[in-house]
């Protein structure tokens, strides 16, 4: 039934397209990787000339293009292929033009007029000018970064992506690798990267992103890139998928003549300078190296170009960490015993505060407090090893005896110091033909794979010889792309294209807890378990997966034809995309030793019991708290459609009018298993008659296959115009606005299958575990039958669940994001080099994904004495306890069924954008081009729709207060005030009258750089403590009587700023002493505002120096240096902003980071062979 509706709903769409094709249009940029060149002819008193034979030649590859004008003595060439043009330009009655110098780049639409003399034909007037600075055609924003700046402007770490911040708009760029390849993150005009990943990429025409994150895909080394284009507001209707934004990049053709490099850079530790606060540089050792090739098979017929990089990295990591001495090992912590008199005298309690002078001590781990685990007494003199309670775990000893080194010799802190070097290598292969198979077929096919093998520490380890995160990924993209010129005025292009990305993360060695002696059941793969012990070492591990990715299958057509004053475009696109995610999960089981001086008896089990100090807990094998997880097989495979219809209407010699209309489909995904789950409280499955009460599986009355209802209605009008009113092609007044749809990454549609009933995911779940030993039998309270539950595998008769169950749903009623832009502005060209453009941008998202815990706990508002910090899964209001599952909420039936959070994939989230756009570009003239723009912008959202420092976050962001959602209106965690960024390319060649040896040292330089100015970002102030009594620690305090929220002012000293950069005193703990009410039910949840004070502020410096050096006739080697951050400013970072930690609560103590590492100088100095 839903195919038949998809297939007229399709062709339903299709039909519109065609219809309105006559009076619905394009912006210029309705190409990927090809240019449009339109214009008028007229003579010399301004008359129109018809019928004018228009003829573009390429001059590198001899391409040809001709087009006549219509009776409106306008000529339009679409689909032309980048690069240098020579125009001929002719009529009877009227001299012939040549116009040598046209660069035409990607998506670019030229507008070029021409004025014919009268005389005769056989008459050459030969002209040289540059295409206006000015967009005549559309309103489309945006930029193209042509060759020459990706050749000459600073790239210190060969990844063109970092060239995207030079576009107006573009808030956030950064490249992350979390499930086991690299993903391009970008945030343009306020737009959400939580979910859905709101930009598209191509690459020569090709889709170039993954679905499961809808990230952009690596991208050839800059060597093989001819340029790029960015589109961040009303961009054509050709253009779907996502709404905010679109990057399509552009590689390197052969040509005529054989063109290449060869290239090596290398950046060394010496090179760089110290990060902020430390004495020593971060070892560092990188080499990147390739070449390029392109030329001729056959003559103006067949071309070729390829390109290889590789990729070579040593990173060694720094230890230094407090690890356990032989005395400690043995349970003999007299080194720690606090100088307190009471203590030290064995008759203080495990509660008693340390002295400030006992806090201050570091020599052998610090001072602290060791507790008899079984009476809750301090043990006279910190020796444990003569406690008769103590029991060493077998395990917990073989973990040190093996992985935990002795202190460094010579060192009373407890530290050992050493290192550990991780191998990073990629190696990517390019190769791009193009055949002029006859005069009316250009075809297009290219193939490019990038491999890559990093090694990784999981984050937070601090030791070597643990575990190392091993990401391997290979990248595929292949595409085939067919230009047909039908006629002198209609041009078709067809793309066939493939992309693959398969990569995995798997964890070394392959062994588990149980080559130490645990009964830790491990499914699947082995890995090392992940060991935290407070105040000492961490011996981390990492999700790990051997395989995740997606395979996208594509077909997109684009036909145009021109037709008096109209410029028609019909086209659709269809992609079958199929995502996957095999994880493992946590199911090498998780470990968290804390120090705790209030030993949890609520349990009733005697049998549970720690000693106050996290390695003393580590040595008896008692964690604060345990989680394991269950492997996951996640797939998700899903279609997307396109249909559009869009016309240029040329009104008038002035006027412009863009107009286009966009039909989209994403189907709802399907897996072969039906893993997808609704929430419906209170209504029981038919497919799973033993699920929990509520969740549905497709099959139940009502479910459909994927979990959730495809929409059909997802028509996207937009218009835009251009309006010349001088007719000089210098003074540009341009406007418009549209509708644009989001997709969903595979990651969304897939999450339910992480989660029971089909994958355990309970970390940090379990928190009576007594022996790493023994881990199940010991622990009856939190597993059933006191044995493992592992392996969990998928029962859709009669599934399991390990309570307390955490749940995610598909809301089957969602609809789809859409972004909503508008924009309006003017641009003026000075001189023939200089243009100005002021543009006011707006983008507003709507109906963007957010967790909502449908299950989250209520605040009894009328027995307020009955709300704790514990009993909040009693205040559930879905399977709560103890209604019918236990006999207590502290003491649960065991291996009872019920409900902690249902988390609900729910849309109606918005954002705001509003920003002045001013943008400044100049031409190379007078040894310098300069390209810049200033942004003054605001950005809010409803609620927390990404997280700061990792933009490709997909977890719940957690509210302060789910019933009170009003609450989290803030300033998105990408807002940024202002920003500022200049490129500018300097050759100072002013020695030309200058003695041959002059000329010769001082003429021939390049001097680029890339200067970015911004204001900080927000950040979030919480409490730190479960104020609301959810069960959540995210809190927000409230804003003392009297006082006001500001950052302090010290005049510009970063000593003072670093030291307390807000007024901490402002801020107090709902319901503290002389603290005012707070809000929500029971007045308990803090009214300070998500993201309401700034960081500081970021400036950065990158610059480039090169130079060419003539070695044979068109050879030469080019030297080469770059630097980021050149005059090595420090950017701090954003401050300590939990208020239950004051000592670091206001304070900096971080710097900011970039890309390419701790945000300090980094340097790179390489060379090329051109020719």
Known sequence: MKSRVLQKSSLFALLIATILAGFTGPNASAQLSTATMFGIVTDSTGAIVPGATVTLTQTQTNFVRVTKTNDQGQYRAEFLPVGQYTTKVSASGFKEIVQNGIVLTATQQAAVNYALDIGGESTIVEVTTEIPLVNVGNSVLGRTVDNREVDNLPIVGRNVYQLLSLTPGIQNSQTENTIGFPGQHVIINGSSDNMVGQVTYYLDGGLNMTGVRNTGNVLPNPDAIDQFAVQTSNFSAEYGRTGA?????????????????????HQETNFNSNAWLQTTRTPLHINRFGATLGGPIIKDKTFLFGSYAGLRQVSPIEFNTVVPDALQRAGNFSENLPTSTTIAKGLGACATALSAADKSVTAYGGRFIVCDPVTHQPVPGNRLDLDPNYHPDPVAAAVLAKNVPLPTPGRTDNRFIGNEGLPNQTDEFLIKGDQQL??????????????????????????????????VYRQQTANVSDVWTVSARSVNQVWLSYTRMNAGRDSTPGTSLAAYGSDLNVQ???????????????????????????????LRDVFNTTRGKHSIFVGAEIYLEKDRLETLLNNYGTFSFANSTVPNTASGQATYVKTGAAIADFLIGHPNTMGQDSPDDANANYWNYGFFGQDDWRITPKLILNLGLRYDVQTAPTDTQRRYAVFKPGVQSTVSPNAILGQLFPGDPGVPQGGVDTNYNHVSPRVGFAFDPYRDGKT?????????????????WMLSQNFQPFAVRETAAFSHVTSLQNIYSTDCQDFQGC?????????KVNPRYVSPASLVFLQQAMRWPYNVQANFGVQQQFTKDLAVSINYVGAFSRKLPLYIDANAPIYNTANPAMNTATNYNCRRPFDALPFGKGTSCANPAVGSKYISNAYVIEDGQNTNYHGLQVTVEKRLSQHISVNGFYVFSKALSSASLQTTGNIGNSGPTEPEDYYNLGLERQRTDSDQRHQAVIAAVWKPDYFGKSNRVVQNLLNGWSISTIVTMRSGVPFN?????????DGNNNDRPNVVPGKIERVNSFGGSRVLEKKQWFDTSAYCRVGSAGCSAGTGAGNVDGTVSPNSLSGPGYKD?????FRDFAIYERVKFQFRGEATNVFNFVNLGTPGAVLSSPSNFGVISAQATTPQGSGMRVIQVGGRILF
Do not use: C
């Open 787 to 795: 044995t493992s539950p592992f392996p969990y595998l998928y029962d």
């Open 1101 to 1105: 410096i990158d610059a480039a120096i």
């Open 524 to 554: 699947g793969t082995p890995s090392l378990p992940d060991i935290s012990v407070a105040n000492f070492f961490h011996l981390a591990n990492a999700i790990s997966g051997p395989v995740a990715g997606d395979n996208v299958y594509g």
């Open 245 to 265: 934004g679109v990057v399509s990049v552009l590689t390197k053709s052969g040509t005529n003549q054989v063109h290449g490099s060869v290239f090596e850079f």
């Open 438 to 471: 006859t005069a009316a077929h250009r075809l297009t096919l290219d193939y490019f794979q990038s491999n890559g093998a990093q090694s990784n520490l999981p984050s937070g380890s601090n030791l070597p010889g643990w575990a190392v995160n091993n990401y």
């Open 732 to 748: 540009v007044f341009h406007g418009g606005a549209g509708l644009f749809f989001d997709t969903i990454g595979g990651n969304e």
């Open 1021 to 1029: 102030i919480t409490s730190g403590t479960d104020d609301n009594m």
